[in-house]
């Protein structure tokens, strides 16, 4: 069967726009502000969605536009401003960022409770500990999902890549959910032999059609991230026809978790504004 990720986004949209209208009883109105660095098509079109989706729930969304050569101190200083402002409450910063800034700098810089993307590592930490506020977006993304067919506990998890962006945390997330969780990555041998005892199989790895059904146990979850372009198409890592024949869900690419990542976004934005307003 397809996991619909249109599906579940338009339940996960109603339940944000009601959160929404909640906070804004109370005359809060929920902000995220969106830094961007440059001018890349990818940042420029992510930006460009998150706007989008931001008018649709009834979110401000503030784009900041920055030049590519601007100094990593001022760059710092914008996040600085940010972090004080009443009327934002959460900061993402689009990467990948300029080489002469340094990333980790940069994320270290946003105000804990503004880190919506759950990255600083204040919150990463608290992520394993299972405690943290902003679970990373990609990772609520595949946990939902997964959550709307079967149930978590008990199962062997296995997750390909380790990328701190989607690969560990949610790798964390289905460990709290009691699975059994393995890590596989670029360097792991055997790795057909690892996946095909997988009850939940997610992949992330940036590789087109990397994993066909030799990899997957029939009747499996399978959960693509991937995001690859061959000749224009939007494909995942998964090879989604060979897969489809033994799994017993599978996540199209698009239309699968890529639908769901802005509205975690979104969620943890809302979350933010609760937690500064004292209402959670
Ligand atoms: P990344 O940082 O490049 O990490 C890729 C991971 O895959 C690494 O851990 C790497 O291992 C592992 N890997 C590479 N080749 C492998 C192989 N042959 N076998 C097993 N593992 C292998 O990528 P990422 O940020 O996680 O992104 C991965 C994909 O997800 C991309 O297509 C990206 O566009 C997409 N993505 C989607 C969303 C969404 O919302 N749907 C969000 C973020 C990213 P090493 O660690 O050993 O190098």
Redesign the pocket.
Known sequence: MILDGKEIAVKLQNEIRTNVEELKKRLINPALAVVQVGEEKASESYAKNIRKEGENLGIYVEHHKLPTEIPEEEFLYNIKNLNLRKDIHGILIELPLPEHINKSKVIETIAPEKDVDGFHPINFGKLFEGTTPFQPA?AQ?ILTTIKTVVTIEGKYAVV????N???KPTAALLLQENATVTI?????RN?QEITRLADILVV????AK?IDKSYVKPGAVVID????KIDGKLVG?VDFESVKEVASYITPVPGG??VL?TLMLFRNTLKAAKLQNKII
Not at 204 to 207: C, D, E, F, L, M
Request: one cysteine or more; a positive charge.
């Open positions: 990609t993304a390909i890549g380790r990328s962006i989607v690969g596989c990555h670029s360097k792991t790795l992330s790895v940036g590789k990397l991230a991937g995001i690859n890592d978790i890529g990542t």
